[in-house]
């Protein structure tokens, strides 16, 4: 059984570039979530996907931020024109869709993302 | 507004010692779930123990426990016989029915050291 798996563990790019991350669930799980994290702080909510649906997105996910989950599986999280602000490690999560407050969310261990 | 509260930013324990971790929570819903999660260095946000607003025990998973006061909105986890491995971020989260359960809000988060 394996975990949430993202891919890059890490990502330096310039101002300006467009990244890319990529977010494997665990193979069950129908629904799928973004966070970021800056230091010092804990996630905060980006998007949520149910299938390849997404269902919710919080108002930090600006115009430059993309996401996708094209078949309902993997997800990608796009960020074009970077920004030195968007320095932060961004979590991807999975869970469950049976209702109620207690589907745990799992998480990956998370893209750190540096804008020099 | 919703709001997960972590007064202590950093706590020190003797190792085999026990710990508590506090957090405050508030929110009007009825229904809502407690999660605490612990983050190592390596970023990934790894699971640790759920409780249910309406759960009438307190919850434990193996060493962690969790205090639940629900009149004071209060969601301590206690961490007996510390271990060298405990030490890490935790966070505490709160998922409530607004939105569909859909989403995680945590605190700041405690930095725990293990002291041998």
């Known amino acids: 059984d394996t975990g949430v798996s993202q891919d890059p563990r890490h990502k330096i790019t310039k101002r300006g570039q467009n990244v890319t991350f990529r977010c494997d669930p665990i193979?069950?799980?129908?629904?799928l979530y973004w966070y970021r994290q800056t230091l010092g702080q804990g996630p905060e909510f980006l998007t949520y996907?149910?299938?390849?649906?997404?269902?919710?997105k919080s108002r930090l996910l600006s115009d430059r931020f993309s996401a996708e989950r094209p078949k309902g599986s993997f997800s990608t999280l796009e960020i074009q024109r970077t920004e030195q602000g968007d320095s932060a490690m961004y979590l991807c999560?999975?869970?469950?869709?049976?209702?109620?407050?207690?589907?745990?969310?799992?998480f990956g261990e998370g893209s750190w993302l540096t804008v020099v | 507004a919703q709001k997960i509260t972590q007064t202590q930013p950093g706590m020190f324990v003797q190792e085999k010692e026990a710990v508590t971790l506090d957090c405050t929570y508030d929110t009007s819903d009825p229904s809502y779930g407690l999660f605490w999660y612990k983050q190592p260095s390596s970023g990934e946000m790894i699971f640790l123990i759920y409780q249910g607003s309406y759960d009438q025990q307190n919850a434990t998973e193996g060493r962690y426990s969790l205090n639940f006061q629900k009149a004071r909105k209060s969601a301590n986890l206690v961490i007996s016989a510390s271990q060298l491995g405990d030490s890490a971020m935790y966070f505490c989260a709160m998922r409530r029915p607004s939105g569909g359960y859909n989403k995680l809000i945590f605190g700041a988060g405690t930095r725990l050291a293990v002291h041998p």
């Open positions: 193979s069950e799980h129908n629904r």
């Open positions: 996907f149910q299938n390849e649906a997404q269902l919710e």
């Open positions: 999560a999975s869970s469950l869709s049976t209702g109620g407050s207690g589907n745990t969310i799992y």
